[in-house]
């Protein structure tokens, strides 16, 4: 048994960032050496920790505005509802993250938009998600990122409301492949010239896809973390990117994941020798205390929620102790939390 309170930790919610730095690049940077010391920095140093034989990888997933405050229709009465869109299934209908859940029902009409006739019935529940289908012949996936709004985590929305500069502050300068519900956000900090700059050391740039889910937001709720049922989330890491790792490994080179999801989906990649292959399709591998490393000798990320899966893998990563009194240290230090928040440049112990 590992008991979840091994992983909480409490938080003044004035340290958690409501906007990111300004530029992107000049927030903190927690340095955690294998030797356990922690060196305080700011982002735009990273290029000082790496060598030219390196690699960093990151997710260019972008992510898909799906938040929507729409009317629901039933016999003539209407209710407010608020949901994030999550993903579209095979057979055409759609899984969505409604609130409050409770005010829906099958055959329950959803209005999206009066004046472009977009509207979609509910059609069955799933766990915490509600399957809907729209009623338009037309590409709803074009429509959703014309009209959504971007899906800030609610420990921002609980204090703010959305902001036109969250378009783009809450992608990465490097997004391409819509399709997360959720930022990457330890790439947040990069910026184009900070990019340029790790390049013109001799530093490669390793690009793979995790389409970030609704479940990264997903607190731990079982006593055993051990019996916690981990997310699932689409992701691809291919051949040319895998290669790109092999001969970095074999050069003596480290490779440093940008975020968890560059972890998740470089861990579900890579074998026992930790020799990497190419990966496609979903991954639910679950990080935690006792898991054998293999991908990354370093990692980039910021300070997440306490209870999270997030936390449980960065104290994989690092150790559960070793891990606490960094955050403990970046509480006294003043450093901000969660998405908008600042990060930690981690290195690990490798079982290869």
Known sequence: MVEIGLFDFQLDKSKIALAPANPRDHSKLMILDSSR????????????????????????????????????WRKGNT??????????LDDGDWVILAKPKKRLKITDKLIFSDKDHV?????????????IRFNQNMDMMAWIESNGKLPLPPYITAQR???????????????????SAAAPT???????????????????ICNVILHVGSGTFSPIKTDNILDHKIHSEWCHLDSQAANLLNQTRAAGGNIIAVGTTSMRILESAVDGTGKFSEYKGETDIYIKPGHKFRAADAMITNFHLPKSSLFVLVCAYYGIDDMQKAYVSAM?????????????????????
Do not use: M
């Open 186 to 204: 330890a790439g947040l900090h990069f910026t184009k010239k900070l990019l340029d700059s790790i390049q013109a050391r001799g530093i490669r």
């Open 119 to 131: 509207s979609a019935d509910v059609v069955g529940f799933e766990d915490e998600h509600v399957k």
């Open 332 to 352: 006294e230090n003043n450093y901000r939390f969660y998405s908008y928040g600042d990060a930690c440049l981690i290195y690990g112990d490798l079982s290869v």
């Open 37 to 72: 010391k922690i060196t305080h920095k700011y982002f735009y140093d990273l290029p000082d920790f790496l060598s030219p034989k390196d690699v960093i990888v990151i997710n260019d997933t972008k992510v898909i505005p799906t938040y929507f405050e729409i009317k629901r």
């Open 79 to 88: 209710s407010n509802i608020r949901l994030n869109i999550i993903r579209q």
């Open 161 to 179: 409301e959305l902001r036109d500069e969250d378009k783009e502050s809450y992608q990465t300068v490097y997004a391409v492949h819509a399709g």
